[in-house]
């Protein structure tokens, strides 16, 4: 049976209130900080809050962080706001932690030289991507020709509309996240997905810049 992760986040303990504010700065929208709790309350003592505004099918929600000692939080729940859906399904809940550690946790433990962990077992490409940018990957996977690790133009056109796809989806996937699932999913020969997942990642930078 497939469990809810948790996030542990562990950092030098003099500066959780460096990493708190480094965290506050990245939240940029969909993302937020949020002062109360999902049901409206002061934050507690040791008790941080980022919200997420609703993106494509995934529901608006509160993601929750507690102090489990010095230097370690753990982001224990997912909050889906009042109106939406009352228990996030496990897939979405995966993709929306994925997405914080991708654009919050993870630069911003690493600015203070620290780390997250997600305790999930296998990243799937269904809990990080929209249903229709994994039927494109899945076309280029089966499509190509893997001899050459797809690197004939008609190749190529496939493998760009999936990045494309995924940019505009504003999935935020990090690319080894991304290099994780294609690993999960065995569609790509292993040797072939360290250059899938370079490939990614500088699409992504380059549209970002693009302002596309």
Known sequence: MEHYPKMDIFFPQAREEELHEEMKRLARAPWSSQPHNPLGKPADSGRFYFHRDNVGDDPSCTVCIRRDKPGHWIVNNIVSDEGQVRKIPISQYK???????????????EYVEGYPSIGISQYRLEDCF???AVKLLKNFCETSNQSDLGTHLSDQEKWIAFLLWVY??????HCDIFGKCLQTAKWWPEKGIRILVNEYDFAMRLLKQSGR
Do not use: Q, Y
């Open 95 to 109: 993709k929306i932690l994925i997405n914080f550690e991708s654009e919050i946790a993870g630069p911003a433990a």
């Open 130 to 132: 929209s249903p229709e």
């Open 168 to 173: 505009d989806d504003n999935s935020s996937v």
